[in-house]
């Protein structure tokens, strides 16, 4: 069974930073397609990045330059450092694992509050 357990959310000021990490298991980690999506209250569910098995990367425009999404595949971990944080980005953030065959697990999620 596909577990993904995000950590590292919390309060931070306006243009502080932080660092999100979501570990796997029970799956081929470097076979999948990884991301992080958030939902802030009241809105739908939005794309936030994603970091394909040979490492390309996507953005949102409203955090490039600012959000960078990386991978470990030994330690089956996705990371997102966000940084220059603002209060727009506060919301629930979750992990999306891809799999190569079709389908998408998600992660609990892990609250960022940015504080203006």
């Known amino acids: 069974q596909v577990q993904l357990v995000e950590s590292g959310g919390g309060l931070v000021q306006a243009g502080g930073s932080l660092r999100l990490s979501c570990a796997a298991s029970g799956t081929i980690f470097s076979l999948n397609t990884m991301g992080w999506y958030r939902q802030a209250p009241g809105k739908q569910r939005e794309f936030v990045a994603r970091?394909?098995?040979?490492?390309?990367?996507n953005y949102a425009d409203s955090v490039k330059g600012r959000f960078t999404i990386s991978r470990d595949n030994i330690k089956n971990t996705v990371y997102l450092q966000m940084n220059s944080l603002k209060p727009e980005d506060t919301g629930v953030y979750y992990c999306?694992?891809?799999?190569?065959?079709?389908?998408?697990?998600w992660g609990q999620g892990t609250q960022v509050t940015v504080s203006s």
């Open positions: 970091i394909t098995p040979g490492g390309s990367t």
């Open positions: 999306s694992s891809d799999y190569a065959l079709g389908g998408r697990s």
